[in-house]
């Protein structure tokens, strides 16, 4: 059976536009999903991120956040025919607040994985408590100290490790350290979940606000490393990919190293089908491009 990626709204939240993409329109709020992916077809099901532990955690950082009914994961699993007890991998693209707190609301018996990079950065205390939370450090602290509860990838890009069968991890750096790609092989090439590499595809990659050189990105506006290193992850990603799976954008898809479509109805959507190209629609046809248009 091939593998097949569901892209998960666990809520949405607002932001100022210029953490979204450096400089721009600062004091503009937009509104934005926050994802995690569901890989099914393989021997066990796959989570990648879990959004936040809670609504208050999130508001806490000046960020209002809100949780439709239809964004619990309890929900969300349920329309696979499926229970948290049957996740058998958890895997963090990083460990920010609104990608890895969720994992507190999984027994220890489930393998919950993260980079030792993103582990050793958490702890540090470099970024404050907002993006990585006392409560979320210390649940995976006590993970750490578990035994099986936690695995530590240490790719460096060199080599990448498997999940599952066609499901590995690579180093992507860029928006923190340890931050990772999950590669997913499809019958149509590779699916990159790509975490926060890129927060704003058509306003990043497809029109950057701040760069005229080809194929140059613009950096977003929260990142905790260089410019040079968000360019090259974003660089990378589209090098590598055939479909790029964000942490708060839609879908796309890439040919030649650029973004040529989006997946408009795929978020949320248990029919919708990810890997196949014909789920995209071209950007020529779009009505606006990504979420933020």
Same mark, same amino acid.
């Given at each position: 059976?091939?593998?097949?990626?569901?892209?998960?709204?666990?809520?949405?939240?607002?932001?100022?536009?210029?953490?979204?993409?450096?400089?721009?329109?600062?004091?503009?709020?937009?509104?934005?999903?926050?994802l995690g992916y569901l890989i099914l077809g393989g021997e066990a099901p796959v989570l990648v991120d879990t959004g936040p532990r809670s609504e208050a955690d999130v508001n806490a950082l000046g960020y209002p956040y809100r949780v439709a009914p239809e964004d619990e994961l309890d929900y969300h699993l349920a329309q696979?025919?499926?229970?948290?007890?049957?996740?058998?991998?958890?895997?963090? !693209?990083?460990?920010?607040?609104?990608?890895?707190?969720?994992?507190?609301?999984?027994?220890?018996?489930?393998?919950?994985?993260?980079?030792?990079?993103?582990?050793?950065?958490?702890?540090?205390?470099?970024?404050?408590?907002?993006?990585?939370?006392?409560?979320?450090?210390?649940?995976?602290?006590?993970?750490?100290?578990?035994?099986?509860?936690?695995?530590?990838?240490?790719?460096?890009?060199?080599?990448?490790?498997?999940?599952?069968?066609?499901?590995?991890?690579?180093?992507?750096?860029?928006? !923190?350290?340890?931050?990772?790609?999950?590669?997913?092989?499809?019958?149509?090439?590779?699916?990159?979940?790509?975490?926060?590499?890129?927060?704003?595809?058509?306003?990043?990659?497809?029109?950057?606000?701040?760069?005229?050189?080809?194929?140059?990105?613009?950096?977003?506006?929260?990142?905790?490393?260089?410019?040079?290193?968000?360019?090259?992850?974003? +660089?990378?990603?589209?090098?590598?990919?055939?479909?790029?799976?964000?942490?708060?954008?839609?879908?796309?898809?890439?040919?030649?190293?650029?973004?040529?479509?989006?997946?408009?109805?795929?978020?949320?959507?248990?029919?919708?089908?990810? !890997? +196949?190209?014909?789920?995209?629609?071209?950007?020529?046809?779009?009505?606006?491009?990504?979420?933020?248009?």
């Amino acid at each position: 059976m091939a593998l097949k990626i569901y892209p998960l709204k666990y809520g949405q939240m607002e932001i100022d536009s210029s953490i979204m993409v450096m400089f721009r329109d600062p004091g503009k709020t937009v509104t934005i999903p926050v994802l995690g992916y569901l890989i099914l077809g393989g021997e066990a099901p796959v989570l990648v991120d879990t959004g936040p532990r809670s609504e208050a955690d999130v508001n806490a950082l000046g960020y209002p956040y809100r949780v439709a009914p239809e964004d619990e994961l309890d929900y969300h699993l349920a329309q696979h025919g499926l229970k948290r007890s049957d996740i058998r991998h958890i895997v963090h !693209t990083h460990a920010h607040l609104d990608h890895a707190g969720g994992s507190f609301n999984f027994p220890m018996s489930t393998q919950v994985s993260l980079t030792r990079q993103e582990m050793q950065f958490m702890a540090s205390g470099i970024m404050g408590p907002g993006m990585y939370t006392a409560d979320d450090t210390k649940h995976f602290i006590d993970r750490l100290h578990t035994k099986g509860a936690l695995r530590l990838f240490d790719v460096d890009g060199t080599f990448e490790e498997e999940i599952i069968p066609g499901v590995a991890v690579q180093i992507s750096g860029g928006h !923190t350290p340890g931050s990772i790609s999950i590669l997913v092989e499809t019958e149509e090439g590779i699916a990159n979940i790509c975490g926060d590499i890129a927060y704003d595809f058509t306003d990043q990659i497809i029109n950057p606000g701040l760069d005229i050189a080809a194929h140059e990105p613009t950096i977003t506006g929260n990142h905790a490393m260089s410019t040079l290193a968000e360019k090259r992850a974003i +660089k990378r990603a589209l090098a590598i990919s055939r479909f790029l799976l964000p942490g708060h954008d839609l879908p796309a898809l890439v040919q030649g190293g650029k973004i040529v479509g989006f997946a408009h109805d795929a978020i949320s959507n248990p029919l919708a089908d990810v !890997t +196949k190209a014909s789920s995209y629609t071209p950007l020529l046809q779009a009505s606006g491009f990504g979420l933020l248009a």
